[in-house]
Structures are given as structure tokens and as C-alpha cells.
């Protein structure tokens, strides 16, 4: 498929996706009139991609992880190949993603304490 295609089926802006190639996340093959085309793999691909951006890994991780999942969740290699550079890449994201998932949780229970202060009688909760 050709990237405007990609593009309409992903909802990724075609922008986006020639900087993901620019970024070696993506790499589609060159017809002869040199258009990209893309195999019907670059659409789980590209979501991935988004999924991996948007839980705030850069480019530059993206990259270093992306050989090693086949889709959302799935490991290719086992894990004793997985560089201990690219392992310790992970966990330092892990503990930045938990750090926020403390801080949000945080401010939830504190939000949801004062709202039920100010509004004693609304049983909705968050």
C-alpha cells in the first residue's frame, strides 16, 4: 500500500510517517517510480508505534525495542537476548511511568476527597 493509504487506515498524518522512517521505525520498500510502498504488517506496525509514543518512549527507544516485539505484547526473542542496555532503557521507563501513575493516583484520591467534601450528597465517584 502506498503511504496516503497507510496513512488513512492508521489515522497517522503522512508527515508522521515519513519521520518514522526518517527515524528507521519504519522501513517501506521503493517502487520503481520510487513511491514507498508498504506491506498490510505496517498498520499493526505504525499503531504500535503510536502506542509506544504515546506512553512517552522516545524515537531513539522505540528503536531499540521495536525488533524485539512482534505486536502489542509479544516477545520475540527470549529474554536472556535482550541487550542489557535495551533492559535497562525499559526499566528506567517503567519507573518514570510509575512515578506518574503514583502521582496521578494521588491526586485522584485527593480530588475525589474534596469533592466529596464540597458535595456530601453526590454518590458519584471517579
Known sequence: MRIGELS???GVPTRLLRYYEEQRLLDPERTGNGYRS???SAVAQVRQIRGLLD???TTGMIRAV???LS???HL???PESVPAETAALLQEHIDRIQARIDCLARN???LT???AAVRPDDRRRA
Open 55 to 57: 506512553s512517552g518512549l
Open 66 to 68: 521495536l525488533p524485539y
Open 113 to 115: 476527597a474534596y469533592l
Open 8 to 10: 488513512c487506515r492508521t
Open 38 to 40: 508498504y506491506p498490510e
Open 108 to 110: 485522584r484520591d485527593r
Open 71 to 73: 505486536g502489542p505484547g
Open 76 to 78: 520475540v526473542p527470549s
